[in-house]
């Protein structure tokens, strides 16, 4: 048995012994936070006026919020994002938040949709902490990267915006595709 092979073993049998003989002994408490840092130059107070931008973020519907799952055109290798040659996606930056206690995952949808919206982006590639086991559909954190998406991933992700775009627009001006 290799190395690798023998710590997966480890780690494995050590959370399913834990798992197995107290499941509260997993259980965390998140610490409230909220944060944001754009990719790039360190730039602290661009950062902080987004997330001051973020309160007043209404439209919120626009972004796309994908649980982790990248869009086409992102990979990660070397634990690092990248856009792959051919796409124009634009990795603006990464956020956390929690308000220190259990939320359902659309309030903390909501909030990560309004960061991307000041940020500049139009989605979100997110993942939940500590969901309890009794109901996947709250979690006490969200972790997220947000970004602005290449248009025709974006237009593949959500066809119904495409074609509300297409409907009203013809080649020929003056002339109205219905």
Excluded at 2 to 21: I, Q, Y
Aim: charged share 25%; proline share 4%.
């Amino acid at each position: 048995m290799n190395l690798r092979t023998l710590c997966l073993f480890l780690a494995w049998g050590t959370c399913a012994s834990l798992g197995c003989a107290n499941p509260m002994y997993l259980q965390g408490q998140a610490l409230a936070q909220n944060e944001y840092r754009g990719y790039g130059e360190y730039q602290p107070e661009r950062d902080r006026e987004v997330l001051t931008r973020a309160e007043g973020a209404k439209d919120t519907a626009s972004v796309i919020f994908l649980q982790e799952t990248l869009p086409e055109g992102i990979e990660m290798t070397s634990h690092m994002l990248s856009t792959k040659d051919g796409y124009s996606h634009q990795l603006l930056g990464k956020m956390a938040f929690s308000r220190g206690r259990l939320d359902s995952k659309r309030d903390l949808i909501t909030h990560v949709q309004q960061v991307a919206l000041a940020a500049g982006g139009d989605a979100a590639v997110g993942f939940f902490l500590l969901t309890p086991v009794e109901d996947f559909t709250q979690a006490q954190a969200v972790e997220a990267v947000i970004l602005k998406l290449d248009p025709r991933v974006r237009a593949r992700l959500r066809p119904e915006e495409a074609k509300a775009t297409v409907r009203g627009a013809t080649r020929v001006p003056g002339v109205e595709q219905l």
